[in-house]
């Protein structure tokens, strides 16, 4: 799988949860300022605003930012007007990084994300370089809880029309064709379940081991420094995140 959960948990291992919200918001913000341009501020008719919305529910995202943000959007014509973009390239050892972007410069952001590659071990491809590795799949994370029945998730996921079903200790995660992750994921919620994680997300086909160290090292903090970065919404890649990682 996609390697989300296991990353959301280190990140909370780090204990950097005030600064991450204050980063995730403002992102989420900008996600919903794009939703609100490209598709007005009615999130009935709007799958992308709504989708955006949810999102930001699941990050605890206030309501008055939210409510906030999309009045803005709708309200101010002559907002900064962003744009979608992807980076793709490799980390240390080969590992395959798709970076997903909203900018309002291009530059800036080319230079920033080509900075977080070359000071971490990796290298910024060409568009296409690594994208064929990824398929594009609405992604829907639910915390296990114990008066969930695995396998009535699982048979309704598939009920539903999902594509695949998995499951571990802590989580299961449900994947969909894009087109079909509005109305399984809203379908789920009616049925009271609550979400770790509800989004489209890119999924690595496989996904590749590191056993050095320093290489170990080196994706954390590429994947933090890209992060770390207003223009940047998601990071994918094809590692295999160890199970026992720790993060100092």
């Not at 996921?157 to 894009?178: K, Q, Y």
């Not at 087109?179 to 770790?196: A, M, P, Q, S, T």
Request: glycine share 6%.
């Amino acid at each position: 799988m996609s390697g989300h959960s296991k990353w959301s948990n280190i990140k909370h291992r780090k204990g950097k949860e005030d600064a991450r919200k204050g980063k995730v918001f403002t992102k989420l913000a900008r996600a919903i300022t794009v939703a609100v341009k490209e598709g007005g501020s009615e999130p009935e008719y709007n799958p992308l605003l709504k989708a955006a919305i949810e999102k930001a529910k699941i990050e605890n995202m206030p309501n008055d930012n939210i409510d906030r943000s999309i009045k803005k959007a709708a309200g101010d014509q002559n907002e900064n007007l962003f744009e979608t973009i992807n980076y793709e390239g490799y980390g240390p050892a080969g590992i395959a990084v798709l970076v997903s972007c909203l900018t309002d410069n291009r530059n800036r952001t080319a230079s920033d994300v080509r900075h977080s590659f070359d000071k971490f071990g990796g290298n910024l491809g060409q568009s296409g370089c690594v994208s064929f590795m990824f398929d594009k799949r609405g992604l829907v994370v639910i915390k296990r809880e114990d008066n969930i029945d695995e396998e009535e998730l699982m048979l309704k996921a598939i009920d539903m029309g999902a594509v695949d079903f998995s499951s571990n200790d802590e989580e299961f995660e449900i994947l969909t064709n894009p087109e079909d992750f509005n109305i399984i994921r809203d379908k789920l919620k009616e049925d009271g379940y609550d979400f770790v994680t509800a989004e489209i997300s890119y999924i690595p086909q496989n996904t590749i081991k590191l056993s050095e160290e320093k290489d170990i090292k080196n994706m954390v903090k590429m994947i933090e420094s890209l992060e770390d970065n207003d223009d940047v919404q998601e990071v994918y890649y094809n590692w295999e995140i160890p199970d026992d990682l720790e993060v100092e």
